[in-house]
């Protein structure tokens, strides 16, 4: 017993010392190697008298794990204090730069196209487009806008040729006519697009874009105008009351004929939506004329509906702050990357429309 | 139209405020504008009396006047008018008051060294009339006693200007604003006073109308009013014009203005002495002039309605009077002219030689047929009473009577469109305010329309003026139900908004530009395509319709560049022209990269954004819409706006589309010319049109997942090819020898220079070998290895290399 005792002792304290590694395996060799010294002892338990066997294996097996556990610390400890000094060396400046990135953005526009069909996609409306350049029976004659009518000169109208018959569209309204002519009604649409009149100044720009809404079925009337609109500007502006007042005007190609505003105040410098006592127009909508309906085929005793026309881009800068139109259509690099959308914000019914 | 309230109610009992009548205005669809206050500040224009001259020390034309301003206050005023002179009653601006002709504030102010207080006014102004030769004189008889009192009497109501549709004619005419108005409850209109010409001395000018095809004059009336004296108008009507903005001018023309105003009748006031042998109305021939009242000379094509005497024409009808038979201040006989004129003609007529009127804004939009006679009435009676004369009877010549419209009118459309009901009752009270004749039956109303509706023709009109006048706000609300039949986005359109948002996911700014554009920038970028021009552009830089999106992207992406933004990637999705027909365009997703990537980077090396930067950013939009990049085939013929050498197309399937995308560095050419300061420009379209959509849906279009566990093997090759053989031929070519072993190829050099021959290249290849059935023998390896070698150095050529 004491000899294993004395190689206890003898080694604890060896291994006391401030040893490196490769030490560490001699002390490991001497003692577990093939002739280590606890090995050896290990071969000479058969020699031992019965009644001492035992006891001898069970401090021999004692003294193996404490030494064993002992030499398996150490190391670990070695390498621990390896691996830090490898890290301390390696520490790098994180607050350098990340590697460089690059973000895009979706145009306000666009962001707000997309606002607008989720909007009505929720209330059954699908999307249809029509082409910029136009024929003068789409754009105006077939909307009950004849040559020879007044209404005509509020349009600026671009033309491509000389006598007038090709035209870039004025409004989305043409492609009412598109729709209707292509397809049997139930109708229920809407159509965003690109819309051009040659005006230039500061709140007018020669193209800007406009949604086109069409409701066509048996039973229209002008509280579902009214209903459908209210939604509209509810969930577009993301607040939970609108003040909206709906003015009798005129358009040739409705009637009764609606302009409508919504109440909005200045506070703080910023225009809150919704409330207050100052008017804003914002779109302009009616009962679609019984003409419009013969026009493309469409019987008016058995059918009528509504239709509406709403200015994209104001829409657009009442609800995001954005002070002047021209810039929209500018391209300035700084302009788009602060007023632009992440591509990742899909405006959507269950995220919210905006963030 | 301008209106104030005062006039209003010379046609309207009414005693309710000026706010409540700004609100019921544009509830009936007569929108208000603005309003103004004309009076506002006008008070501080004194009666002022000028007590002394004498000349400017520093100036010959100059006069520095003492002016007695009242309250026993003299100020020192410089002057340049003739007419200035001691002991002058005229009218005086203090400084701060606003010229009311050029809306400019007065200031203390140094003249030539001499300090001016304010200024002494002429007519001219103060928007009281043309004379701006010298300084308003005041009578001493009636102003003596006037000295710094106000010059101008208050105006008690504001100027509230309307914006009238062009469906609403009767409402240019301020009666026509009164009579809607009482029919929405908002006071009582008053009768029309009906003052009849009664005279035995016939109209002695003969008036005839041609009948002839196109006639633009349906009915003339006339009547002659001898020995006037054109004067200055009375101060009530001088008063009348001024309160909504009008200059008085002479009593005949004031009166005429004045009655077109109160209810939209046009008059047209001839000096009868200067008409050779009486009024022919009748179209025109081509080729014939005349100098109208606004001073220019006019040449006619044949068949625009004209009036005419024997020595040719005097103006034309209801558009513009000619100078030959103006009147004048000394005019002693007139022929008043109050005729109706067919709307179509007027406008016709007016585009073509581009005059714009008030007679011809209203012709134009519809007159009241049957107001001819009042109009000859109201304006003789008004100008005997103040230019004295003597009238005649009233001539009427017509080749077309008036007919009133009969609408049937079914009650139950009211709710029909409307969604509400107001009562049979209430109907009837509105149509008649409104000066319908109505006949009730049991389910409808049969109406006559009011001469003054010309808009008024179907069942729908009526609805509109209902609801007009009872209010929208009856109207209730339906709230629309969320429910979808149809999807709202087809698979195009669903395309679109994806690469939209995947090119702007890869760094790209979204822009919109015009869709028009600068024919220079479009020249570069239209190759074969036709020029389209815009007949009427706002400007030569916006001229043609754009053939591609890059002439717009390259302006701006110069502009940025200008702006000291280095590097940048902007892109654009919309339609490019081909034709000048509806249709003819294509929806092109286009972008523009420029400069470099990693500038200044502290850890990565910058190098120029380059055609592989772009290439990626196409292929991985591509990739991301659910195209499969294995089908994809390239070659490198560009369009000639593209570097010729490092460009290509993208097709989606070979042979079988047309081009996906083009993409490559800008021509080095084009930078050049279009000064464009960048490092690197490289850009890239994809023709939404020309991406076949797929016939199954991508939900339906994944196979099923199959995975080999079983080992892979990577074997690399380094072939020595042809410098013409290209990495796509290549990869191809080994991919096609074993489409179930060979799982994936990469090339990862390409090589020419030292140890290679000229004329040829070295590409690198790593292949992976994988079998979903087996682990593949050493055996396996080796003779698919040699199947590979073999096969690239029989088909293309190449040299392994040892």
Known sequence: MSEIKNIRDQFISKLENDLNIDQINEIKTELFGKNGLISSKFKTIGSIPETDRKKFASDLNQVKDELQNLIAFKINEIERKKINEKLEKEKVDITLPERPFVRGKVHPVSQTIDEISSIFSEIGFSVEEGPDVENEYNNFTALNTPDNHPARDMHDTFYLDENKEVLLRTHTSPVQIRTMLKDKPPFKIIAPGRTYRSDSDQTHAPMFHQVEGLHIDTNINMGHLKGCLNYFVKEFFEVEKIKMRFRPSHFPFTEPSAEVDIGYEIRDGKIIIGEGDKWLEILGCGMVHPNVLKNVKVDPSKYQGYAFGIGIDRLAMLKYGINDLRAFFDCDYRWLNHFGFDPLDVPSNYRGLSR | ?802
């Open chain 2, 1 to 802: 139209m301008k209106i104030t309230y005062d006039w209003l109610k010379d046609h309207l009992k009414i005693s309710a405020k000026e706010d409540k009548l700004l609100e019921k205005l544009t509830d009936i669809g007569l929108e208000v504008e603005s309003i103004e206050n004309l009076s506002e500040g006008l008070d501080l224009f004194k009666v002022a009396k000028i007590i002394k001259t004498e000349k400017h020390p520093n100036a010959d034309r100059l006069k520095v006047c003492d002016v007695d301003v009242g309250n026993n206050e003299i100020k020192k005023v410089v002057c340049g008018a003739t007419n200035a002179r001691e002991g002058l009653l005229t009218v005086y601006a203090p400084p701060g008051a606003i010229i009311p002709k050029n809306n400019t504030k007065l200031v203390v102010a140094k003249i030539r060294d001499v300090t001016s207080y304010g200024m002494l006014c002429s007519e001219s102004e103060l928007n009281l009339s043309d004379e701006s030769d010298g300084i308003t004189e005041l009578s001493s008889f009636k102003y003596a006693k006037n000295i710094g009192k106000s010059y101008f009497s208050k105006l008690s109501s504001n100027l509230i200007d309307l914006s009238i549709t062009p469906n609403r004619p009767d409402c240019l005419g301020v009666r026509g604003i009164a009579r809607d108005l009482s029919a929405a409850g908002f006071g009582n209109l008053k009768p029309e006073k009906d003052k009849k010409i009664k005279s035995n001395k016939n109209q002695t000018l003969k008036i005839k109308i041609t009948k002839e095809k196109n006639q633009g004059c349906l009915s003339f009336g006339s009547c002659l009013i001898s020995n006037v004296k054109n004067t200055e108008s009375p101060q009530w009507l001088k008063d009348k014009l001024i309160s909504i903005g009008q200059k008085p001018i002479s009593a005949i023309v004031d009166i005429t203005n004045y009655i077109m105003i109160d209810i939209n009748r046009p008059l047209h006031a001839y000096d009868a002495d200067k008409i050779e042998k009486g009024i022919i109305v009748r179209n025109s021939k081509s080729g014939e002039e005349f100098t109208a009242l606004d001073n220019k000379n006019y040449k006619l094509d044949d068949g625009m309605c004209v009036i005419s005497d024997s020595k040719g024409v005097l103006g034309l009808g209801g558009i513009i009077g000619g100078t030959r038979s103006g009147t004048e201040l000394d005019t002693k006989n007139i022929l008043l002219e109050s005729a109706y004129f067919d709307p179509r003609s007027i406008r016709k007529t007016a585009k073509k030689l581009n005059i714009d009127t008030d007679a011809k804004f209203r012709f134009e939009r519809g007159i009241d047929q049957l107001s001819i006679e009042d109009g000859l009435n109201k304006a003789a009676f008004l100008i005997k009473e103040i230019c004295g004369g003597e009238i005649s009877k009233i001539d009427i010549q017509k080749i077309e009577s008036h007919k009133n419209k009969v609408i049937k009118f079914e009650l139950k459309t009211f709710e029909k469109i409307t969604g509400f009901k107001i009562s049979t009752k209430e109907m009837i009270i509105i149509l008649e305010k409104l000066g319908f004749k109505l006949k009730k039956e049991k389910k409808f109303f049969k109406l006559s329309v009011p001469s003054w509706r010309p808009d008024i023709v179907q069942e729908i009109d009526i609805v509109e003026e209902l609801v007009r006048i009872s209010g929208y706000e009856k109207i209730k609300i339906e709230n629309p139900i969320k429910e979808r039949s149809k999807n709202t986005l087809n698979p195009t359109q669903k395309l679109f908004h994806f690469l939209q948002r995947a090119v702007a996911s890869k760094g790209y700014l979204e822009a919109i530009t015009w869709s028009f554009t600068d024919v220079k920038y479009n020249d570069h970028f239209k190759e074969a395509n036709k020029e389209i021009k815009i007949v009427n552009p706002i400007s030569s830089e916006l001229g043609v319709l754009r053939n591609s999106i890059f002439s717009n992207l390259v302006m701006h992406i110069s502009k940025n560049l200008d702006r000291g933004i280095k590097d940048l990637s902007i892109f654009e999705i919309g339609p490019i022209f081909y034709g000048s027909q509806p249709g003819e365009q294509n929806t092109v997703i286009c972008g523009l990269s420029a400069g470099k990537k990693s500038r200044l980077s502290w850890i990565e090396k910058e190098r120029n954004t380059d055609v592989f930067d772009i290439k990626r950013d196409v292929i991985q939009t591509l990739v991301e819409a659910g195209y499969d990049s294995e089908k994809f085939y390239l070659d490198d013929e560009s369009p000639n706006y593209y570097h010729p050498g490092k460009s290509g197309r993208i097709f989606l399937n070979k042979g079988k589309d047309k081009v996906a995308a083009y993409f490559g560095e800008i021509h080095p050419n084009i930078i050049k010319t279009l000064d464009i300061k960048t490092e690197s420009l490289v850009g890239f379209e994809i023709f939404l049109d020309n991406l076949k959509l797929p016939k199954k849906p991508l939900k339906d279009q994944k196979t099923k997942y199959i995975v080999s566990d079983f080992q892979k093997s990577e074997r690399d090759f380094a072939f020595i090819v042809d410098k013409k053989v290209n990495v796509q031929d290549l990869v191809s070519l080994i991919s096609s020898i074993d489409k179930n072993l060979i799982s994936n190829i990469k090339v990862f050099d390409v090589y020419k220079g030292d140890n290679i021959p000229e004329n040829k290249k070295s590409i690198a290849i790593s292949v992976t070998i994988q079998s979903l059935e087996k682990t593949l023998t050493d055996n396996d390896l080796e003779k698919i290895n040699n199947s590979i070698i073999e096969t690239v150095e029989n088909k293309t050529g190449a040299k392994i290399r040892s």
